[in-house]
């Protein structure tokens, strides 16, 4: 890719070049093809976004847009891993349903809330790229859907759950492996590779080719993106490093307590039977349960090394203990004696 179609990566665009009222087109692109209708944003609201600081781990940004049914949207950029992630989006659009309500207006006045979360890196297990869910209540015996009455302008309706509670949208980007053909997979393109073509004609991703080229920033901006991919990069050197490390010292340390467990249990059962078919069940049930044992409190503990080596990385790149409490789950007084 040459300079002059290089463009920068959309979690570092979030925070500093899409908050602009002027490239609001791009933002708006992205909600207009998850949620398939055509969305203004109206502005952004204060958020975790607005931060400003070098280790600011936080890519929340709320945005209040207008559409047919004055509906709020949240989109989430996640570039680390996040051990409950899942509590996090929860937390996030709770946030938003309450801080955008106002003292003395009734629940009527509740806004429906639609969370975006695009995530770099490996959650859980699944083979899409593009997860959505909504809330739906299903009759436990009758299996139908249920709708409630409302009043809306002076006329009874009716609305079901998934009208009102929020819907989320979750977007692999790493899973992305595909050739785009659609408008969603043109949007994947370009979070994943920083690819948009030409003749696209997804929306917000022409005002992207216009908007987010590398080489119309400024100096300054060029310099601090480049910091940007460079701190990203060691970032998740770090992180790749101590999971391996973790990973291999919980396998080794599994196995040898499984073994040591499993051993005794067997013998100790096959000393009771005193029968060698007893011996043999003994033994075997034994290794089985000590293996499982000593597999699970090795991963535990590996689990727990690697959030170590990770903690003790970003201390020593300067972060301050509050950040790295909560990217990795540590209590403070664990990152202070590492």
């Known amino acids: 890719m040459n300079a002059l179609n290089k463009y920068v990566r959309f979690d570092w665009a979030v925070k500093r070049m899409l908050r602009d009222k002027a490239n609001f087109g791009v933002l708006e692109g992205l909600i207009t093809v998850l949620l398939g209708e055509p969305v203004h944003i109206v502005e952004l609201l204060e958020s975790e976004s607005n931060q400003e600081s070098a280790d600011d781990k936080f890519n929340r940004v709320d945005i209040k847009a207008k559409n047919d049914r004055d509906e709020y949207f949240i989109v989430e950029v996640q570039q680390t891993r996040e051990i409950h992630y899942l509590e996090r989006v929860l ?22 809330v639609y969370s975006i979360n695009i995530i770099y890196f490996d959650l859980g297990r699944g ?117 391996a490390e973790g990973l291999a010292e919980g396998r080794a340390e599994g196995l040898a307590e499984g073994r040591a467990e499993g051993h005794a249990a ?4 096959g000393r009771a039977a005193g029968l060698e078919e007893g011996r043999a069940a003994g033994l075997e049930e034994g290794r089985a349960a000590g293996l499982e044992e000593g597999r699970t409190e090795g991963l535990n503990e590996g689990k727990q090394a690697e959030k170590e080596s990770i903690a003790r990385n970003m201390k020593g790149m300067g972060l301050a203990a509050e950040v790295i409490s909560s990217a990795t789950g540590l209590p403070l007084e664990t990152i202070e004696r590492l």
């Open 266 to 269: 067997g013998l100790e059962e």
């Open 91 to 112: 937390y996030g659009t709770s946030k938003a349903i309450t801080e955008h309500i106002s003292l003395g207006n009734t629940y009527g006045d509740i806004r429906k």
């Open 127 to 243: 083979n899409d790229y593009l997860y959505h869910g909504k809330t739906q209540f299903v009759g436990v015996h009758t299996k139908d859907t249920l709708m409630m009455n409302v009043k809306e302008n002076g006329v009874l309706r009716m609305r079901t759950p998934e009208d009102v509670f929020p819907e989320y949208f979750i977007i692999r980007v790493n899973e992305f492996n595909n050739v785009a053909k659609t408008p969603i997979e043109e949007w994947l393109d370009y979070l994943k590779n920083g690819h948009i073509s030409d003749d696209t004609t997804a929306p917000g991703l022409q005002e992207a080719r216009h908007k987010l080229q590398y080489m119309m920033l400024s100096d300054r901006e060029r310099h601090a993106y480049d910091e940007h991919i460079n701190a990203v990069m060691i970032q998740n050197d770090v992180l790749g490093n101590a999971r």
